[in-house]
């Protein structure tokens, strides 16, 4: 029994979501926020329990799941995201009545992205997938007057069933050839599938299912309209947090389930991963909303951590890993920006509309120094520019698919680098240069804290990597077994 | 303190003084600059302390542990060359701080302009000294962000946040071409330090063997250009020129714009020696010298004219660094690198002088200008000396490089046989004739010639000696450098140039060195010089009407066709791939699948049909009944009029499958499909009553076509996979319930196989089951109630 402890962040979290959502009953709606305390805390605590057990390496549930550098790694990533999530949302979440709900749903949100990390068979894969994606649906709906959140959540909901449906076929196709739903059982077994044109057949149901969560093109058409319309602390979790679990997912099944059929999909990745950048970069030149600029970011995001499957060496792994990482404290903290902004929009002008409109970041500097020198950090760190966390990932990425041969993805993958500085330079310029609309103001204390720590997170990847360069090298070992 | 802690020193200081500004300014007030002059003189002082060391023939190295498990340490490398920049950012640093005190107000936001102006010279600092490629091109971009953000330091000028941005935008992305050029050269060598690449002769000859080396160097150079204003990168300096005076003449002549050079001069040893190198880097430094230099005349801002002249300047220096035969590689490299000091001190003098004239008459429009020699006498002779130095009239520094320049231009064309022999020292002539002129323009147009008085204040004099001493100083060196040429070249040029071409260097350069070829070359460009000068307005005329008429020609006139498009046309393109409708996106995604399943049937000719069908048709007639019912409940949910009705086929559909499964004797099944069944149609009926109640969708024919083609390709597809799969492709598994049979009694004590698989071997399934049931249950009894409340 006592290897059960292995999973006490699951379990705390599973406690603190059931208590808050108790406790929600016996609050007036005024202070309800204050559960986000509790939130934090718990995540907190899970926090500290998951990196004291990094270095554990075991199976639980008759093997159905497993505790390993990797799922650690990941499961750091998701806690991160939602403690920077759930800190903020305590001033989101000021005042509304179903504050407990969505710290209950979010806290559940994260368990399930948590079981995808450690999901060592398709079943308890799908089982975390699900989890996290209907409390992520709810949670996208949260605004229920506002039609855009309604909106933003509908189409998640509709794409993302229509995606789990697709990805059980996959599922039920591998585990029909192969006979069993573990995936080492899978890897032994996985002769019949890559001699048979079904092995095809999966990997695409499967790319499709996953590349919903990864928001790779064509599958990526839900995120910028959800991010958009979805409550901008909810979008930081959505692009940071539940895009990972994607990816995580794919790892597992792919690299490791499936990798004697790698001719079949690390050509589909890599032509995905040319796409995504390309049509993400490009299209975010024309947003006018930082919010859809940033949903088309990610987008891309997705594009050059994709690489990492085209390329499947273990520094690329490594990369692609160590980008994971990266990605949530950048793109949390540009969301959250948005979301400090949106906020001082509306203590301007109670019926602003629009209010994520590049034109409210206008002298940002002068307004919320802090916040504006934050956003520059971050939009610099997700174009690559050192030296950040962005910078770093996409260097050790970039430097192995050069070393692997693949020279064309990675010059492609560079120049939509420097295509991006575009619009993230404009987001710059609009904070810097150009006249503020009204003074000073300071940031909420929860926004701010939070963006103090993704700030940290971005700059120490950036400037101190290599305890992190070493934990995603550990976590791409557990994939080239 | 050894060599290794000074230099990290002569790094981490500068940000660690930027860093203190705030406080520091509670202390100084508007004194803040010259806290800044001491930080900077403290980095030189530094750097002066290894520079014995360096001159002495010896380089200094070292490192930390940074990044061990990519084989990256924070390194440090110092020679000749990196001291000579070194020098540079931090002695001219010290100048330019000094006289900002002058020049700018007091009004200003001093604190962020010195903090970014600190920020940049750490970052240029770090760049020289960095030993590794990585450590460089993080420098490399941190010299790009502080550029921009000093460019748009004025930020109610839309002019300045347009350079400022431009600047950015290229040699940014330069930079991270330069990068991708970098990572090619660390594949090829397997290592990322430099010194370690310079030293090694294997290394070196297994990189020109390569295949990828014209790519490599092509993707370095680009980065070197965009930084240095080179080829048609050049098109960010003139813009930058929105930036304060003292920025543009520390970063956009004397330093930062150096940094494309300083690589260019690094990786001289790694590529020199190869036509690729000569062609690229000396052909584009010819064409920049000499294209720039002559679209100086057009120029009507004294500060623009500096920036076409440092561009032209720029072009001098990559033009010597090319200049390469395979027996000598580095032909240039000594008269190349003398000239980049010698540049960067005149060059620095006029900017400030500039800045003074700008500040003291309130105008850099050298049409508006002229006369003000008697009432700046002092500012008259310090910019005589500086234009006169560029235009590279004796005994100033200016002439000693231009002579070297032209004998190494003689020394290269004659290396390549003709029709080089001419064509090279022709367009070296050509160049100097071009700067002879604006040179000459620049002293005649502001100091000369009649005073414009009712353009100009009534009192124009000297400013104060905060502005007056940096500049002085500049032109000092200037002299003193052309007369006693032995000083700078022993303590510099020397052992830069030993850096570079990585052996002992001695250089003899004299003010007289007799009647050499070059120095007839230069009487020649004095004589042309005069004659070009005496048409200089003319050829600025037909430049303008050219302009207007050939407006296509103009590098600018593209980038801002393209940045001014990239909007409009990225919002095309996201409109067609982003309607809106959720249909599409399915219809996307679906699209996908059909092809990728269908490419591998159709193209590939993969055995995924099987040629013989092997169905058992033991069929009842009640399933085919059943069967039909359930297509006709299908087709009938998809073409009914209104929700309603379209519900309720959808649910008779449910319970024909729950049918289905009694049939197929799995009553449990059957039981929680009637159940979900149930709970669902109530549910939809609760919410349809919301919406109204008929269908008001026109669908064009072509929509309808479209939709229809999807849906039968998808089903079809569907329908294959699923063939396929009961077609013994898939193995049949063994069956489980010979289990149950056996242990059902034994285990669970029960007759009744499927009561005991319900309540007992799947009984938390059950369970969770029920739960999910009494929840929907619930939330059924929540929307009725709701409803009735609302009433």
Known sequence: MANYMLLAPELVLTLVALAIMLAGLFFGPNNKNILGYVAGVGLFAALCLTIGGLTVNETLFYGTMTIDALSQFFKIVFISVSLLVTIASIKYTEGNKNADEFFTLLLFSTIGMMVVASANDLITLFVGFELASLSTYALAGFEKNNPKSMEAALKYFIIGSLSSALMLFGISFVYGMTGTTSIPGIAENAGALASSPIGLIAVVMLIAGFGFKMALVPFHMWAPDTYQGAPTVISALLAAGSKKMGFVAAFRVFVVALALLSPNWQTAFAILAVITMTLGNVVAISQTSVKRMLAYSSVAQAGYIAIAFAVMTPMALTGGVLYTLSHAFMKTGAFLVVAVVGYMVVSDNKNAKDIDHLDNFKGLAKRMPLTAFAMMVFVFALSGIPPTAGYMSKFILFSSTIESGLVWLAVIAILNSALSLYYYARIVKYMYFLPASGGKISEPKPYAVAIILALAGVLIIGIWPEPFVYWAMEAAKVLMV | ?791
């Open chain 2, 1 to 791: 303190m050894d060599s290794f802690n000074a230099i990290a020193l002569a790094i981490f200081l500068p940000f660690i003084f930027a860093g203190l500004i705030p406080l520091a300014n509670k202390v100084f007030k508007q004194y803040i600059g010259w806290f800044a002059v001491a930080g900077a003189l403290t980095i030189f002082l530094l750097i002066a302390k290894v520079a014995p060391i360096i001159i002495h023939g010896d380089t200094v190295s070292g490192g930390v542990s940074w990044l061990p498990s990519v084989g990256l340490e924070f390194s440090i490398y110092a020679d000749g060359l990196s001291m000579l920049i070194g020098f540079l950012a931090s002695g001219i640093g010290v100048i330019i701080m000094s006289y900002s005190n002058g020049y700018m107000s007091q009004k200003e936001d001093l604190p962020r302009y010195y903090k970014w102006l600190l920020l940049f010279m750490g970052s240029m600092i770090g760049m020289v000294f960095s030993a590794n490629t990585i450590q460089l091109f993080i420098f490399w971009e941190l010299t790009s962000i502080t550029s921009f953000m000093l460019i748009g330091y004025w930020r109610n000028k839309p002019e300045s946040i347009y350079g400022a941005t431009k600047s950015l935008v290229l040699t940014a992305s330069g930079g991270l071409v330069m990068f991708a050029g970098f990572l090619l050269l660390s594949s090829i060598t397997g290592t990322f330090d430099i010194p370690t690449i310079l030293h090694s002769e294997s290394l070196i000859s297994a990189i020109h063997e390569h295949k990828f080396f014209l790519l490599t160097l092509t993707l370095i150079f680009i980065g070197a250009a965009a930084k240095s204003a080179q080829g048609p990168f050049y098109v960010w300096l003139p813009n930058a020129m929105e930036a304060p005076t003292p920025v543009s003449a520390f970063l956009h002549s004397a330093t930062m714009v150096k940094a494309g050079i300083y690589l260019v001069a690094r990786i001289h040893p790694i590529f020199s020696g190869t036509d690729a190198w000569f062609y690229l880097v000396a052909g584009t430094g010819m064409a920049t010298m000499v294209v720039a230099g002559f679209l100086a005349f057009r120029q009507t801002d004294i500060k623009a004219i500096l920036a076409y002249s440092t561009i032209s300047q720029l072009g001098y220096l990559m033009t010597m660094y090319g200049y390469t035969t395979q027996h000598e590689p580095g032909i240039g490299v000594a008269a190349a690198t003398f000239h980049l000091l010698n540049h960067a001190t005149f060059k620095a003098c006029l900017f400030l002088v500039a800045g003074i004239v700008a500040h003291e008459a309130s105008t850099r429009d050298i049409r508006k200008l002229g006369g003000l020699r008697r009432e700046m006498p002092i500012t008259f002779i310090i910019a005589s000396i500086g234009a006169l130095s560029m235009a590279g009239i004796p005994p100033l520094n200016g002439f000693l490089s231009k002579e070297m320049f032209y004998e190494s231009s003689i020394e290269m064309g004659a290396a390549i046989g003709s029709p080089y022999t001419i064509l090279i020292p022709a367009i070296a002539v050509l160049g100097g004739v071009f700067t002879f002129a604006y040179s000459i323009k620049l002293i005649d147009g502001i100091f000369l010639g009649k005073r414009h008085d009712d353009e100009l204040p009534n009192h124009i004099h000297d400013p104060g000696a905060t502005m007056l001493i940096p500049a002085a100083f500049l032109a000092f060196l200037v002299i003193l450098f052309g007369l006693v040429p032995s000083i700078p070249v022993h303590n510099i040029v020397e052992p830069t140039t030993a850096g570079i071409l990585l052996e002992h260097v001695e250089l003899h350069v004299k003010l007289w060195h007799g009647f050499t070829p070059s120095l007839f070359m230069t009487m020649f460009t004095f004589i042309i010089g005069l004659l070009v000068y005496s048409k200089y307005d003319a050829i600025a005329t037909w430049q303008d009407r050219f302009n207007e008429r050939h407006s296509a020609v103009s590098i600018n006139y593209h980038y801002d066709a393209v940045v001014n498009n990239a909007r409009s046309s990225a919002h095309k393109i996201s409109a067609i791939i982003q309607p809106g409708t959720v249909k599409t996106y399915m219809s996307a995604v679906l699209a996908l699948i059909v092809v990728l399943v269908f490419i591998p049937i159709v193209l590939l000719g993969a055995n995924i049909i099987p040629h013989t069908l092997n169905f058992n048709f033991n069929i009842a007639p009640y399933e085919i009944l059943l069967m039909l019912l359930m297509v006709i409940a299908a087709i009938a949910a998809t073409i009914l009029p209104g929700y309603l009705p379209a519900i309720i086929a959808l649910s008779a559909l449910g319970y024909m499958v729950s049918m289905l499964f009694i049939y197929l004797k799995a009553p449990d099944l059957a039981l929680t499909q009637v159940l979900v069944e149930t709970l669902s149609t109530i549910i939809f009926l609760l919410a349809i009553v919301k919406i109204p109640q008929k269908f008001k969708e026109t669908i064009s024919k072509t929509t309808f076509a479209r939709d229809a083609i999807i849906s039968v390709a998808i089903a079809s597809t569907v329908f294959i996979m699923l063939i396929n799969a009961t077609q013994g492709i898939v193995s049949p598994f063994e069956s489980l319930s010979h289990y149950f049979i056996e242990n059902s009694l034994s285990l669970a004590g029960g007759h009744n196989i499927v009561n005991v698989i319900i309540v007992d071997f799947r009984g938390y399934d059950t369970l969770g089951e029920i739960s999910v049931l009494c929840l929907a249950a619930l939330g059924v009894y929540n929307l009725i109630h709701s409803r009735s409340e609302e009433k």
